[in-house]
């Protein structure tokens, strides 16, 4: 969808901080217990961090690793639009969350070496089934609908 780098960098903000605040809220509530209502203004603590570190691997590596392999496996004069938004949203989640999941084992479930990957792959694996549905069902989506608001003149002109 983005045309330009300058439209790149805002997409991939903007998917950052939608993505790395539902994913901390998911994970606060798990270790709390449950859902409740500070759990929204704890996650804007850890938002800061975890938002700097997912835009350096989205932006640096992850998003290319995912458009290289989207691009190898399906033809884009072929393939419907949605399917390669998918595909690439997908991608993106398989690669992402791992990463960012280490990264969230260290800062907030650290206790030691020794059961260090047994945690980072349970937080692997409870964080995987929700980053994919709150990407692609509500997260991707949104996101797409608020770049087209921003941009709406641009890529109209782009066309």
Known sequence: MPK???????????MVILMVY????????????????????LALGELPLMGV???IFE??????????????VLDVKKTQPIFIT?????????FMCPLMSFFATIF??????????????????????????WQIFYAGPL???IFRTIFKKQLKEAK
Not at 22 to 41: A, D, E, H
């Open 4 to 14: 330009t780098k300058f439209q790149n960098v805002v997409f991939t903000i903007i």
């Open 22 to 41: 539902g994913m901390v809220c998911y994970n606060i509530s798990i270790s709390m217990g449950g859902m409740n209502n500070q759990i929204f203004l």
């Open 53 to 55: 570190i997912a835009f």
């Open 59 to 72: 932006f640096v590596l992850v998003e290319r690793l995912a458009g290289k392999i989207t691009f190898k």
């Open 86 to 94: 998918i595909m690439l949203s997908a991608l993106i989640v398989c």
């Open 108 to 133: 907030f479930n650290f206790n030691g070496i020794e059961n260090f990957i047994a945690k980072w792959l349970q937080t692997s694996i409870l964080n995987f089934p929700m980053a994919m549905c």
């Open 143 to 145: 996101v797409r609908l």
